[in-house]
């Protein structure tokens, strides 16, 4: 895990002033960082049944991938809205200026499955709250929630439902 700490890349002031922004592309670009965070990310949900892992766009599309792979399931993207081509569903949910849209195919999750939810960084919860309304609303068996890093002072995990099993890699 040091080793993965260790690439990461701390931006200030991106995308607007005062964030600190861990930007993971150091990370992914790092043969054997990647190697770990596959590893990783695998063990914490190799012996649950997970049939389906959905990425949160953009930045949850590279270790979802990963993971599903690795785990034997299947990847089902969560996008922005009027990305996906098919017939989808939709949630509303509050950012810090506005609203946002998450979506997913109407067909991707079925009430056979068992999910794992990914995204890259939990910092106020608000994205990963809406995927979750999102896929719940398809009633799934189970739905894990896992991000690679967890911003604990944002208390992002009081944004998400009080049954929700989080995991998260690194947390500062
Ligand atoms: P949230 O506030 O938890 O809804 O985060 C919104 C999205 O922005 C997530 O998908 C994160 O990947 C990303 N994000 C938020 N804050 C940061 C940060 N400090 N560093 C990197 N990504 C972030």
Redesign the pocket.
């Known amino acids: 895990m040091e080793y993965i700490k260790s690439r990461i890349r701390d931006v200030v002031d991106f995308p607007t002033k005062g964030?600190?922004?861990?930007d993971l592309t150091t990370v992914f670009k790092d043969p054997r960082a990647l190697h770990i965070i596959g590893w990783d990310l695998s063990q914490l949900y190799r012996d649950k049944g997970v049939t389906k892992v959905v990425g949160?766009e953009s930045?949850?599309f590279i270790g979802g991938s990963i993971l599903a792979y690795e785990i034997g399931a299947g990847f089902v993207p969560a996008r922005k809205p009027g990305k996906l081509p098919a017939d989808t569903i939709r949630q509303e949910y509050d950012k810090e200026y506005g609203k946002d849209v998450i979506e997913i195919h109407r067909d991707a999750i079925t009430p056979d499955d068992i999910v794992v939810l990914h995204?890259?960084?939990?910092?106020?919860?608000?994205?990963?709250a809406a995927a979750y309304k999102l896929v719940k609303s398809l009633n799934p068996k189970k739905i894990y929630v896992n991000f690679i890093i967890e911003?604990s002072a944002l208390n992002?995990r009081a944004a998400l439902p009080d049954d929700a099993e989080v995991t998260s890699l690194i947390s500062y």
């Open positions: 964030i600190v922004f861990k949160i930045r949850g995204d890259d960084v939990l910092a106020t919860g608000g994205t990963m911003l992002g």
